[in-house]
């Protein structure tokens, strides 16, 4: 982060701290999972947002290892249902923001169908979708989106199946956010993560990350050496969907980040509820006890 940055982190100090956990941390060293984890902290202090104004959900993975290392309301969910989760918590309670997160095993082998019906709905939440292309808790199992070539447990000649290519499969949802960074720049992962947090519906966002222990494919290094600002590109227009799709087409050579589609002329799911239109509360609000006798015979 620039100087004028660390000034306005300092300045909320508190409000980072209050995420800070006694639990230790069981992530190897040179986990991607640090970074995401200090740039999610730094993005809540900048925006203000305190303990009480955040759910956090963590699917199954080294992901959701990080579930107990932040300050908050957290759930632990089921492999491949984070974001079905996170959903729930975010239309029952639209006055917190939901930060749900899962790893390419759960978002794109286990849990597709909840990734699609999330974009197509457009829910008010936050989905950081950790990218180290394999199973990492399980021990380094090749995923949907480990590479041709890739010596894993589970396939030690090689992966001969062709991975998917995540944004391009988001992509061509027709959602209204979408966004890449790397674990290694975390500055620049602070503010990606800042502006999904101000997004007014689902905000995908892809953070390219190694997995020190299990995929020697894809180091720090790696990425690094691939990894480009989309602000680069002369006359980049993120409200232009197939500007994007043909970013994102290649994948394994330049790594675009940062906000790579927006769609800010789409509402979130309960403001296309017409029959809210009226009613203040949330769904949270309305829960209570129903007498239902007169509807007994």
Known sequence: MENKDLKKLAAVAKNYLEFDSNEVFTWCGDCGNYGIQNAMK?????????????????DVGCNGNGSDKIEGYTIHGLHGRAISLGAGCALANTNVKVIAS????????????????????????????????????????????????????GTPGEVATPPLNPLQFVLSLDPSFVARSFSGEVGHLTEVLRAALNHDGFAFVEVLQACPTYNKETPDEWYAARVKDVGEIKGYDRADIWQARKLVADVGEDFYMGVLYEDKSRVSFMKTQKYRDYIKSTLVDEVKHYDIAKLLP
């Open 42 to 58: 730094r993005a809540l202090a900048l925006e203000g947002l305190g303990r009480q104004d955040v759910v956090f959900v963590y």
């Open 102 to 153: 899962a790893g390419d095993g759960a978002t794109f082998s286990e849990g597709p169908q909840h990734l699609i019906h999330a974009i197509r709905s457009n829910y008010p939440m936050v989905f950081i979708f950790h990218n180290n292309e394999n199973y990492g808790l399980t021990t380094g199992q090749a995923s949907a989106l480990t590479p041709c070539g890739a010596r894993m447990n």
